[in-house]
């Protein structure tokens, strides 16, 4: 069985009603975000960055699985579906995608402000200060902020490099250093990306679906089942 490597980003659960940073009327418009999204925001005001990630909580619970997700999970019938994902949230799982890595932090979980291998599943969808893990220290979102090592890179490199196919779905390859993954892919393989807006500059073998994440994966499932 092929595998199939997916890297996703914001433009992924976009269509499901997640809020993304950059698009417009996205938070960047009301945050900035390295006023909740930095571990030295987290020094400075942790109430904050726990109110912002309880309200992206909530959402993610009232948020369903879009088409897009969907799709992903049947491939698993075809395909050793691996998906590398840079979003906080649990749609993939939720769709039926059954391997999934977190790059950049999952909401559905916290873990200790000192010990950062105390990692906890939440039952509560809010966090509060006097949350304390069992060794004392303050529980904290599990979220890779800026400043701070993302901790599953390697484990993302060698799926990426195992890949028979690979898409980039819905990310602006702008975010480093998950953006340079692309790089990791084995020669020759083919590449799609998945994207409404993509970037004028492209390789040459990058394939290019501009669509959003929903129609842009079903023809992404046309394309695969005629290479069968």
């Given at each position: 069985m092929k595998r199939l490597v997916i890297l996703s980003g914001a433009g992924m659960s976009a269509e499901s009603g997640?809020?993304?940073?950059?698009?417009?009327?996205?938070?960047?418009?009301?945050?900035?975000?390295?006023?909740v999204a930095s571990i030295e925001a987290w020094h400075k005001n942790p109430e904050l960055l726990l109110r912002f990630y309880n309200d992206r909580r909530k959402q993610m619970i009232n948020s369903q699985p879009n088409r897009g997700h969907l799709l992903?999970?049947?491939?698993?019938?075809?395909y050793d579906v691996q998906i590398i994902t840079q979003n906080v949230?649990?749609?993939?799982?939720?769709?039926?995608?059954?391997?999934?890595?977190?790059?950049?932090?999952?909401?559905?979980?916290?873990?200790?402000?000192?010990?950062?291998?105390?990692?906890?599943q939440l039952d509560n969808p809010e966090?509060?200060?006097?949350?304390?893990?069992?060794?004392?220290?303050?529980?904290?979102?599990?979220?890779?902020w800026f400043g701070e090592e993302v901790p599953e890179m390697d484990k993302a490199i060698k799926i990426t490099r195992s890949a028979d196919i690979l898409c980039v779905i819905g990310t602006s390859l702008n975010v480093y250093p998950a953006a340079g993954l692309v790089n990791f892919a084995p020669a020759g393989i083919p590449v799609f990306l998945i994207d409404p807006n993509p970037p004028a500059h492209l390789p040459r073998h990058i394939r290019v679906i501009s669509e959003k994440a929903g129609a842009g994966v079903d023809i992404l499932c046309q394309k695969l089942q005629d290479a069968v």
């Open positions: 997640i809020r993304t940073f950059r698009d417009m009327n996205g938070l960047w418009e009301e945050y900035d975000v390295m006023e992903l999970a049947q491939l698993e019938e075809f949230d649990d749609l993939h799982e939720r769709a039926g995608s059954s391997k999934v890595l977190h790059l950049h932090g999952e909401l559905t979980k916290a873990r200790s402000s000192k010990y950062p291998s105390l990692v906890y966090m509060k200060m006097g949350d304390l893990c069992e060794k004392g220290s303050q529980l904290r979102p599990h979220i890779v």
